[in-house]
């Protein structure tokens, strides 16, 4: 079982940054590929970025790259998603995922085991 507990949003004008962590519990956080989603009020959820157990692997949602990066600190149990050159259309509850580790970058939602409880962003133009 694995307790994912995301912190960091809140409101930033365009052109700002924010970094979000999700800690999570337990002594094999390496064994997990981590993710980060996000749901905008009355839109689907929608994949953000993923990280493999090790960190070597990452792959993002075309509309993020270059400006999010995730990574994840294994010795501290946490994964980060660092969002640079926010856009208002980046408002949204971003959920960080977690699911045993694959060969592959998995980016839909049903595939992932564990969920935190969301933190909200909100970009003001």
């Known amino acids: 079982q694995v307790q994912l507990v995301e912190s960091g949003g809140g409101l930033v004008q365009a052109g700002g940054s924010l970094r979000l962590s999700c800690a999570a519990s337990g002594r094999t956080f390496s064994s997990y590929d981590m993710a980060w989603f996000r749901q905008a009020k009355g839109k689907e959820r929608e994949f953000v970025a993923t990280i493999s157990g090790s960190g070597g692997n990452t792959y993002y949602v075309d509309s993020v790259k270059g400006r999010f990066t995730i990574s994840r600190d294994n010795a501290k149990n946490t994964v980060y998603l660092q969002m640079n050159s926010l856009k208002p259309e980046d408002t949204a509850v971003y959920y960080c995922?977690?699911?045993?580790?694959?060969?592959?970058?998995?980016?839909?939602?049903?595939?992932?085991?564990?969920w935190g409880q969301g933190t909200q962003v909100t970009v003001s133009s």
């Open positions: 995922a977690a699911r045993a580790s694959t060969s592959w970058m998995l980016i839909t939602g049903a595939l992932y085991n564990y």
